[in-house]
């Protein structure tokens, strides 16, 4: 008999997609079924009035759910019919779960004795999280500083780099002398982008830097003079972002750490693929895969060794500390599947 697994996420980038097929992937030989109640982040006022209702409950009323809930329910009656014919299933696993309502997740808790969820930012930047975190019976966070341990069911993960096969072979992806960067738009992260582009830029390494620009930041693309391809109406999905990494010499990244000091999917890839990583992310020398020759930190290694650090030779990483940070150990340590090596946070937390 199959057992269940409940799985929620807001779409976005075709990432759900990716991790629905790397469950199936990684759970094969234990014959899973997924209930999947994922559903579309884009969303739009119907009026006038919805806005200004919005605005006035969360300026005034500091209730932050009507817009949570209004969202939700352009999709609730398809998300409802699909659990009518389930009475319990066996996990239940909500990735971002503050994009569900509260009174949805109190009735999915009455479905399973085995409630997940896994918040993949900062829990300051969603602070509607924090009243939801007691329906679970295991919350995961990948940001150290979110751990409370007077939170009994409070606990640390990273994000993963996906093991799908189709992922793991690299021997046929040609190899760019390239530094690849893509991001979305955000003022402090812009300017640190355009300061390593100029810092950078007689080093002989292609700079491909991608930036996805929101319709009202068009005048932007206009003034950079940085060689910055902004991405406007184009989407890249997050499979062709992972080929485009693949075949990179070395992957840039610049964490916004005024929302969170956790590890990203560039690092993990950079792991995966044994490409160099240059980061803005100081935290990351406390975890077990760093190696200063792997791993160029912004603002803390010296910018004069930049060049003999993009064409050093990486060093390998041992296999059993990358495999911890594979998909296929991430589903396993999160819904408490054995066999896997536990995720744990640095030591100096």
Known sequence: MKKTILFG?????????????????????EKYEIIDIAFSKKFKYKNFGQRLNNFL?????????????????????????????FTEVDYIFLIRPDVYPEY?????????????????????????????????????????????????????????????PRFLDIKDIPQKNEL????????R??????????KTKDIPINKNVLIRLPKHRLNYAKKS?????????????????????????????FVNISFHKGLTFRALEALCFDKKL???????????FYKKENIFIIGQD???????????????????????????NWIKYILDIPPYSPITPPTIY
């Open 189 to 198: 992260r812009i300017k640190e982008t355009e300061q390593f582009i100029y």
């Open 302 to 328: 010296d910018d004069l060794q930049l060049e003999n650090f993009i064409n050093s030779s990486y060093v390998a990483i041992a296999p059993s500390i990358k495999e911890k940070y594979s998909f296929t």
């Open 278 to 288: 240059i980061t803005n992310n100081p935290e990351i020398v406390h975890y077990d």
């Open 104 to 164: 949805f997740i109190k009735k999915l808790r009455q479905l399973s004795k085995k409630m997940i969820a896994y918040q993949w930012d900062g829990l300051n930047r969603f602070p509607l999280t924090y009243k939801i975190i007691h329906y679970f019976d295991r919350f995961f966070v990948f940001d150290p500083k979110d751990i409370d341990h007077s939170c009994k069911n409070l606990f640390f993960i990273t994000n993963f780099y996906f093991d799908l």
């Open 57 to 85: 409950r969360k300026t005034f009323l500091r209730d932050k759910t009507y817009k949570v809930n209004l969202k939700f329910s352009i999709h609730e009656k398809e998300i409802s019919y699909k659990l009518k014919k």
């Open 180 to 187: 690849y960067y893509i991001g979305t738009f955000d003022k």
């Open 9 to 29: 996420y807001p779409e976005d980038y075709y990432i759900s997609e990716l991790i629905r097929e790397n469950i199936r992937y990684s759970l094969a030989g």
């Open 225 to 253: 003079t940085y060689g910055i391809q902004f991405l406007m109406n184009e989407i890249v999905s997050f499979e062709k972002n992972i080929q485009m990494a693949k075949s990179a010499k070395v992957l840039l990244e």
